[in-house]
């Protein structure tokens, strides 16, 4: 290649960039107005805040049974393990609450936490394997040890 073709080429990636920095910076775009719109804080009272999630779909739960839902899975943690003479052992419960943003590595590191799986990275794995990454919903799943591997997959992402 010659320098002048280089030279032109750096020389049109320079003003397309000066160009698009002044466009950004200067711009009013829809963008930036729907931004500005999002981020204007409106004080809402507890019991508004929560009319307005129940309409657009949201289950809101008081703290108080968070709270009891977290110290339900510390007591099972917290249990020491049943001498291996008791031959009637209760299944172990395990309450996965999936949030917005949850994964299935996280689902997996719940299950793991409740002892139902050894490998949190292998669950996420066979979730990936069967092509249901998609099918993950938020809600409150309940599944115990008495469950097959496929039920507790089946339970919690609906398969």
């Not at 839902?69 to 393990?81: G, L, S």
């Not at 115990?144 to 997959?153: R, T, V």
Request: aromatic letters at 6%.
């Amino acid at each position: 290649m010659k320098i002048s073709t280089i030279s032109s080429f750096a020389a049109g990636i320079f003003i397309a960039t000066g160009i698009l920095g002044i466009v950004y910076l200067n711009g009013d775009s829809e963008v930036s107005k729907a931004s500005s719109k999002t981020t204007q804080k409106v004080a809402l009272s507890e019991e508004e805040m929560v009319n307005k999630l129940t309409a657009a779909g949201y289950t809101v739960q008081p703290k108080v049974q968070n709270n009891a839902n977290a110290d339900a899975q510390q007591t099972q943690q917290e249990q020491p393990a049943a001498p291996a003479e008791t031959p009637a052992q209760p299944p172990t419960q395990v309450v996965v609450n999936v949030t917005d943003g949850m994964g299935s590595i996280d689902v997996g590191r719940i299950l793991r936490d409740g002892k139902l799986i050894d490998d949190a990275f292998q669950f996420a794995s066979d979730i990936e394997q069967r092509g249901l990454v998609n099918n993950l919903r938020t809600g409150t799943y309940t599944v115990d040890s008495s469950m097959s591997y496929d039920q507790i997959i089946s339970t919690i992402y609906g398969n």
